[in-house]
């Protein structure tokens, strides 16, 4: 055996569950389930109660978390996404483990350095980190401009398929990302790095509430200038959705032999 296990793969039948960073009641989750029932009629969501973008791998330790039903198989969370995990697999689901989880799908890219910030990410690790093949994915978009929702209801149902043929090392997940182009514009599937922005930062916009109380709001400033082929990046731009693996180990091997030389 070489370890590894197809995304798919099942000893009973599979469970799916879905979660988000966007929130219970996003266009995304709901376009996720419905692609996911093509392949499962044991589909649970559970997701946080409002959006939670930007949550990363968070996890709600210090406040209590308040659980709500919303229907058949469907909860909201009062917390992070990796909080919505943890109760989805630990709590709603402990009775049979769910067997894939899906995230998603995002209202906007998580490509290069997002994915250190995405909730979407974050629960997919958290996924895997239990034991859970995971997928994570996001439909980017042009500011301005409507997210193209029916470029990913077009594209996931034949993508899924495919993915869950494959076999992959243990704590890895697949982020995907379908770019802001029309469904017959789509070139193809692209398995790409993360890649990485020429500049990014968080913008802070302050303002005066209307009892003359200051406030802020954060906003992330990208920029993106001639991207390296077979980022993550490239691919979006130019028009292929794009498939990364990742891995949560961060370490930086290539400063490991350096790094012990210089302390003795």
């Known amino acids: 055996m070489d370890g590894k296990k197809a995304i798919g793969e099942t000893a009973v039948a ?6 988000n960073d966007d929130g219970i009641h996003s266009p995304g989750i709901e376009l996720l389930a419905a692609i996911a ?10 997701a946080p109660e409002s959006e939670r973008s930007g949550a990363g791998h968070s996890v709600s330790l210090a406040d209590p978390l308040r659980m709500r039903q919303l229907g058949p198989k469907t909860y909201s969370v009062s917390g992070s996404p990796t909080d919505c995990v943890v109760l989805g697999v630990n709590h709603i689901c402990k009775d049979r483990r769910p067997t894939l989880l899906l995230s998603g799908i995002n209202r906007g890219a998580n490509t290069a350095d997002d994915v250190t910030y995405s909730g979407t990410i974050a629960a ?3 996924g895997v980190q239990l034991g859970i093949p995971s997928i994570a994915f996001s439909q980017v978009f042009l500011s301005g401009k409507a997210v193209p929702w029916h470029t990913a209801e077009r594209h996931g149902p034949s993508l899924l398929k495919q993915l869950l043929k494959l076999k992959v090392e243990p704590g890895v997940l697949l982020n995907v990302n379908f770019p802001a182009a029309e469904p017959d514009a789509i070139r193809g599937i692209a398995v790409t790095s993360q890649g990485k922005r020429t500049k990014q930062e968080i913008a802070v916009h302050d ?4 009892r003359g109380f200051p406030y802020f709001w954060l ?38 032999r350096e790094l012990a030389a210089a302390l003795g």
């Open 37 to 46: 029932s093509q392949f499962s009629d044991d589909i649970w969501v559970v």
């Open 124 to 126: 997919a690790i958290e």
């Open 207 to 210: 303002r005066v509430d209307s």
């Open 219 to 256: 906003n992330f400033k990208h920029e993106v200038v001639n991207p390296l082929a077979g980022t993550d990046l490239a691919a979006v731009a130019e028009g292929f959705i794009s498939v990364t693996p990742l891995h949560v180990d961060m370490t930086h091997h290539a400063s490991m």
């Open 14 to 19: 599979d469970r799916i569950l879905i979660t």
